[in-house]
Antibody, heavy 123, light 108 residues
C-alpha cells in the first residue's frame, strides 16, 4: 500500500513563495514510472487541481495558477515538490500530493493520495 | 472555464440507494472518476473510467454514464458511507483536470 506524506511550511506570508514536498513509503517517486499531482482544498471548500508532472518530466498546470506554479521531482531525494509564488490569503488550503495515472484514452486520475498538509497564508 | 456540476447534498436512510449526479459538457468524451472523502480519513478513489471499481471498494458502489451526466450509485447505504463525494474528469482537450464541487452524503 503506497503511503504519501506531504511536508513543508504551515504558515507563509503574503507575497512569499509556498514550498511543499511529498515523499512516498516506497520508491515510486524516484522510479520514474509514475506521474504525480498536487491538489488543494481551501477550508470548507472543494478540491482544486494544481497540476501534474508526467513520468517524462513534462508538466501541466491549472491555467488559473500556471503563472505561479512549479512542480518538480527530485529523484535523488525521492521527493515531489511544489512551489507556488506570490501567495495571498486565497491560497490558504490543505495541499495534497497524489499518484496520477495518465493515459491518452483514460485521461488522468488519482489512485493514491497523501493525507494533506494545511498551509495558511497570513502576515 | 470548464465545470462539473454536482448537487451540494444528498440524504438517504440506511439500506436505501443513494444516487449522486455529475454533469458536464465534455463527459460524453472524457471518462469520469469518483472520490470519497471522509473527515480525518483521507481521500479514496471509488470509481474509475465511469464504472470500474478499484480493488477493495465494496460492490455497493457503482458508476454509470449517460450523455453529459455521470452517476455514482451506492446501493444499500451504510452509516460508514457518510462522506463527501467528488467527481473528476477532464476538459474536452483531455489535458486539464476538473473536479466537481462535491456532494455531501448524509445517512439519516
Amino acid at each position: 500500500q503506497l503511503q504519501l506524506q506531504e511536508s513543508g511550511s504551515g504558515l507563509v506570508k503574503p507575497s512569499q513563495t509556498l514550498s511543499l514536498t511529498c515523499a512516498d513509503s516506497g520508491a515510486s517517486i524516484s522510479s520514474g514510472g509514475y506521474s504525480w499531482s498536487w491538489i488543494r482544498q481551501p477550508p470548507g471548500k472543494g478540491l482544486e487541481w494544481i497540476g501534474y508532472i508526467y513520468h517524462s518530466g513534462s508538466t501541466y498546470y491549472n491555467p488559473s495558477l500556471k503563472s505561479r506554479v512549479t512542480i518538480s521531482v527530485d529523484r535523488s531525494k525521492k521527493q515531489l515538490s511544489l512551489k507556488l509564488s506570490s501567495v495571498t490569503a486565497a491560497d490558504t488550503a490543505v495541499y495534497y500530493c497524489a499518484r496520477t495515472i495518465i493515459t491518452m484514452l483514460q485521461g488522468a486520475y488519482f489512485d493514491y493520495w497523501g493525507q494533506g498538509t494545511l498551509v495558511a497564508v497570513s502576515s | 472555464s470548464y465545470e462539473l456540476t454536482q448537487p451540494p447534498s444528498v440524504s438517504v436512510s440506511p439500506g436505501q440507494t443513494a444516487r449522486i449526479t455529475c454533469s458536464g459538457d465534455a463527459l460524453p468524451k472524457q471518462y469520469a472518476y469518483w472520490y470519497q472523502q471522509k473527515s480525518g480519513q483521507g481521500t479514496v478513489l471509488v470509481i474509475y473510467k465511469d464504472s470500474e471499481r478499484p480493488s477493495g471498494i465494496p460492490e455497493r458502489f457503482s458508476g454509470s454514464s449517460s450523455g453529459t451526466t455521470v452517476t455514482l450509485t451506492i446501493s444499500g447505504v451504510q452509516a460508514e458511507d457518510e462522506a463527501d463525494y467528488y467527481c473528476q474528469s477532464a476538459d474536452s482537450s483531455g489535458t486539464y483536470v476538473v473536479f466537481g464541487g462535491g456532494t455531501r452524503l448524509t445517512v439519516l
